[in-house]
């Protein structure tokens, strides 16, 4: 039993790879529901959701915590999906929501430009120029906002347990059986202190998710039943938005303590908060 999170570029064979692996190991293969999954839920628009983990956040978006709340609502519903176990993850950003203390096979699938740039042009009917520049713009804007939202180069291989390159006659049945062998660790199975701590993480994403559309300067932290938040909030909001905090905190199953620490800020004419 184990959990796999495959990242990749476009057209990189990524999703070949997940699909063959999922295949082998009887697992759950998902990507594109995490995404249904959360609109459903929350009620959010997909390409509003889709662009809050793809594209770059702008400098007010960053000042302001403008995506913060369709992150929230995205690792939630990804969090509870690996609840199940069993599951082989592909697309966007899943790698970056799971904490060192769980485990997970994190894998890098890469391909060669020049395969890439083949497949582009193939499904989109494009020019190689064109396949390349929409390419290396993809590659580019994932990786500024992997940069821009938490600092981590998602080129970097140290964020993964295994990277495979898919050139030089290597195919996807190969890939699949490295990344199977690997699962079969000790180290990536989930035994009970794993998945205690696979079970709060996903519980401090769901009181993240259910907070943060009152407050997206939020951080949760706590586990078995005991939450404790510290927002950052003006001083002639604090006693509202503190009030609300808890009577939805506490509404949350499994919620049975409620900590709130508040560092007061200060705002400006035009409703920013500063620092």
């Known amino acids: 039993m184990a959990i796999i999170t495959i990242s990749r570029g476009s057209y990189s064979k990524g999703r070949d790879v997940a699909l063959k692996v999922a295949e082998i190991l009887g697992?759950?293969?998902?990507?594109?529901?995490?995404?249904?999954?959360?609109?459903?839920?929350?009620?959010?628009?997909?390409?509003?959701?889709?662009?809050?983990?793809?594209?770059?956040?702008?400098?007010?978006?960053?000042?302001?915590?403008?995506?913060?709340?369709?992150?929230?609502?995205?690792?939630?519903?990804?969090?509870?999906?690996?609840?199940?176990?069993?599951?082989?993850?592909?697309?966007?950003?899943?790698?970056?929501?799971?904490?060192?203390?769980?485990?997970?096979?994190?894998?890098?699938?890469?391909?060669?430009m020049e395969d890439r740039v083949r497949c582009e042009m193939e499904r989109e009917a494009v020019s190689r120029e064109e396949a390349l520049r929409v390419l290396t713009d993809d590659d580019a804007?994932?990786?500024?906002?992997?940069?821009?939202?938490?600092?981590?180069?998602?080129?970097?291989?140290?964020?993964?347990?295994?990277?495979?390159?898919?050139?030089?006659?290597?195919?996807?049945?190969?890939?699949?059986?490295?990344?199977?062998?690997?699962?079969?660790?000790?180290?990536?199975k989930r035994d009970a202190r794993a998945q205690k701590a696979m079970e709060a993480m996903a519980f401090r994403a769901r009181v993240k998710a259910e907070l943060v559309g009152v407050e997206p300067?939020?951080?949760?932290?706590?586990?078995?039943?005991?939450?404790?938040?510290?927002?950052?909030?003006?001083?002639?909001?604090?006693?509202?938005?503190v009030a609300e905090l808890r009577r939805i905190a506490e509404s949350i199953p499994g919620a049975s303590r409620i900590d709130i620490k508040v560092t007061r800020r200060v705002k400006w004419s035009d409703g920013r908060l500063f620092p």
């Open 27 to 112: 697992y759950r293969c998902i990507a594109r529901e995490v995404v249904l999954d959360a609109c459903r839920e929350f009620n959010i628009p997909e390409i509003q959701l889709r662009r809050a983990i793809h594209d770059a956040p702008s400098i007010l978006e960053r000042f302001t915590h403008g995506r913060e709340k369709y992150i929230a609502y995205f690792k939630a519903v990804f969090l509870n999906h690996l609840l199940m176990d069993n599951v082989v993850y592909h697309g966007l950003a899943g790698h970056f929501f799971v904490e060192p203390a769980v485990r997970v096979l994190k894998v890098r699938i890469m391909s060669d």
């Open 217 to 241: 300067d939020l951080e949760v932290s706590g586990s078995n039943g005991f939450v404790r938040l510290n927002v950052k909030v003006a001083l002639e909001e604090e006693e509202d938005i």
């Open 141 to 188: 804007e994932r990786r500024k906002w992997s940069l821009g939202l938490y600092g981590i180069d998602t080129a970097d291989p140290g964020l993964y347990d295994l990277v495979i390159h898919i050139k030089n006659g290597t195919t996807v049945e190969d890939a699949a059986s490295m990344i199977c062998e690997a699962a079969s660790f000790p180290v990536f």
